[in-house]
């Protein structure tokens, strides 16, 4: 894996969190907005701040998949954490195999041990 595809990988990693707490919280907020009468909108505060946390996650989604070449179920499956509340945290933990998985098979090529 080259350095841009590991960055590419990487911000979408370190965006996939606050974006996945940002969906539970704005889903707590919005069914607690319409269950009990409250003189408080929070879910008026974050859901533009989740929006903007969503759109900078389908950005670096985009470009995570132009350069790590994912075929389009992985492609779509890491969109679809995007959807679901908390999948960002999913997503997270998925990448971040993927990444150590590299990492692991990039030393065994260096030191001889895989031909590949």
């Known amino acids: 894996m080259d350095l841009k595809t590991a960055s590419a990988i990487r911000r979408l990693r370190l965006i996939s969190v606050p974006e996945g707490i940002s969906w539970i919280i704005l889903a707590v907020c ?19 701040i989740h929006g903007v946390l969503f759109i900078l996650y389908v ?10 070449k994912w075929d389009k179920k992985t492609a779509a499956r890491y969109f679809a954490y995007s959807v679901v509340p908390g999948g960002g945290l999913v997503a997270e933990r998925r990448l971040r195999r993927e990444a150590e998985d590299a990492v692991i098979v990039a030393r065994a090529r260096k030191e001889g041990v895989v031909n590949a």
Request: glycine share 4%.
């Open 30 to 48: 919005t069914i607690i907005k319409y269950t009990i009468t409250s003189s408080v909108d929070v879910a008026r505060i974050l859901g533009p």
């Open 59 to 68: 950005l670096f989604w985009l470009d995570a998949w132009n350069r790590a």
